[in-house]
């Protein structure tokens, strides 16, 4: 038998050793990429998912029936017209002569005590900042002459703020409240970049702090979630209505930022919170409170103030935010709080 030619030798141990790569690179590339997995694993901050407690049925559907009365504190305003409320008013708007002035620290500045930083999770402090914005209705807000110094869980940023902008208590509900059951201080996660606050965070943070730290009486003090695919445009409405009209507090809601007329409507999709302070149903209208700011590099057109919006174009930013009910630090989404 004719013994092959060099050439030939030559071609047939390439195209062995080619069958040898073929079949043993997915199995290095498998180990290589478990590996790559594993170290980023272990290098992950640490978090443990909330302790999401679920919320007694029974109040839920008297929730969700209106008949859950708001719980008053001294000198507070009277509800508006009782539980389930028969008639609202066509247009209706809370004060908010202290919320509109409210917005989020830079990434980079000069914090309140005259120190310079850098902290790249500042301009994920809307849930925070919604939340300071929804409080200040239950009688809560930063305290003149009152200094927060707050470390930001996530990257070890240490920061001091003063009342200007609420901005105090906007660093309080970000890293220190202590809500019974969490695994770490804070409304926002741990992670870094930060992802910012779940709908169960808002929901379990806003309960805590308006029920003045009752751990007896807040899983069910007066916030719940509604996931929007289990929701339409005219029961939000009318949520927004007796939140407003009857109950005289915001209403919370996760929405597409740029679908909102306070933002430039190109670029990434931005999971964003608001306050819904206003609605008039003659000019089918909401107002809003967003607490990003222009100068503070966050991303809204400007700082502070009242926005107006259509009622069909909130529910379409609602609505764009893919509904995800997992307790995951990253999920969570896809509703609003009321």
């Known amino acids: ?18 069958a040898a790569a073929y079949l043993t690179l997915p199995l290095f590339a498998y180990f290589a990429l478990a590996g790559v997995l594993s170290g980023a694993q272990a290098a992950a901050p640490h978090f443990v998912p909330l302790a999401i ?3 007694d049925a029974g109040w839920l559907a008297r929730k969700r029936a209106f008949e859950v009365s708001r719980p008053r504190f001294p000198g507070d305003i009277a509800p508006g017209c009782g539980s389930p409320c028969v008639a609202y008013p066509s247009a209706y708007e809370l004060d908010t002569s202290y919320v509109q ?120 003090y007066f916030y719940s979630i509604t996931w929007w695919n289990q929701s339409s445009a005219a029961e939000f409405h009318h949520q ?52 990003c700011g222009a100068s503070t590099g966050c991303g809204s057109l400007h700082d502070g103030g009242v926005n107006t919006v259509s009622q069909a174009q909130m529910w379409a930013a609602i609505t764009a935010i893919p509904v995800n009910t997992s307790a995951a630090y990253n999920a969570g989404d896809g509703g609003y709080i009321w």
Not at 244 to 272: C, D, F, M, Q
């Open 53 to 55: 407690v679920d919320q």
């Open 240 to 291: 927004v209505q007796d939140d407003l009209a009857n109950a005289h507090v915001p209403v919370v809601a996760e929405v597409s930022a740029r679908l909102l007329p306070n933002w430039a409507p190109k670029g990434n999709t931005i999971y964003h919170f608001i306050t819904i302070v206003g609605y008039d149903d003659v000019h089918g209208t909401y107002q809003y409170t967003d607490s």
């Open 1 to 18: 038998m004719r013994r092959p030619s060099w050439s030939r030798r030559m071609l047939r141990a390439l195209l062995t050793l080619g």
């Open 101 to 220: 002035d409210t917005f989020e620290p830079a990434k980079v500045g000069t914090d309140a005590a005259g120190h310079s930083y850098t902290d790249h999770n500042m301009s994920k402090l809307c849930g925070p900042g919604a939340a300071a914005n929804a409080l200040w209705y239950w009688g809560l807000a930063s305290t003149p002459g009152v200094r927060v110094t707050a470390t930001d869980t996530a990257d070890g940023v240490t920061t001091t703020w003063d009342a200007a902008h609420d901005r105090a208590y906007i660093a309080y509900l970000a890293w220190q409240t202590t809500i019974p059951g969490w695994a770490r201080p804070g409304m926002m996660d741990d992670h870094d970049p930060s992802q910012g606050v779940t709908l169960y965070g808002m929901r379990d943070g806003l309960n805590w702090e308006a029920a003045r730290h009752d751990a007896g009486d807040f899983h069910e």
